[in-house]
């Protein structure tokens, strides 16, 4: 069975080059994470172990003092980690989220871009790994900082 991240790479690349391809896989990808699609992402880049995701500067991704919302900084970081990392992993290997820490360093304003790098591991067994999330604001100050452990581990057989 291929694995989550190798079916959104692929979809990434025959959909991205297209016109209006961009919006399309965002609104597959809102589909199938719910969650991450309620705060209308859209993949800038996306490459194994690198991507880039905004979020616009609406009303429902804002607090009532006219910034950005904490938690909608944080699921657009947890959602870059995620896309870096299982982009970037073999069929066989799956991961989830264990916890997430997240430092707010300025009021966030405008279309954040979450930016996250990693060096996927090779998997043989169930590990910890931390993935680092930064989301920027439309002039590049770090705005935020996320840390996200994922537990990476080789799929287990469904008997």
Known sequence: MRSPGVRLLKLWRSLSPLPGGQWLFAQMFSRMVPY????????????????????????????HLGSVHAIALMNVAEMASGLAMMS???DGVR????SISIDYLK??????????????????????????SECLD?????VARAT???RLGPERSKT
């Not at 996927?120 to 993935?131: K, L, N, Q, S």
């Not at 439309?138 to 770090?142: E, K, L, Y």
């Open 148 to 150: 996200v452990r994922w």
């Open 95 to 98: 991961g989830i989220v264990t």
């Open 107 to 132: 009021k966030a304003r405008g279309t954040i871009t979450a930016v996250s790098r990693v060096a996927v591991p090779t998997v043989t067994t169930d590990t910890d790994f931390d993935v680092v």
């Open 138 to 142: 439309r002039d590049g100050a770090v």
């Open 36 to 63: 991450s699609g309620s705060v209308g992402p859209r993949i800038r880049h996306l490459e194994p172990g690198h991507v880039r995701v905004e979020i616009p500067d609406r009303r429902s991704n804002r607090q």
């Open 88 to 90: 970037g992993l073999p």
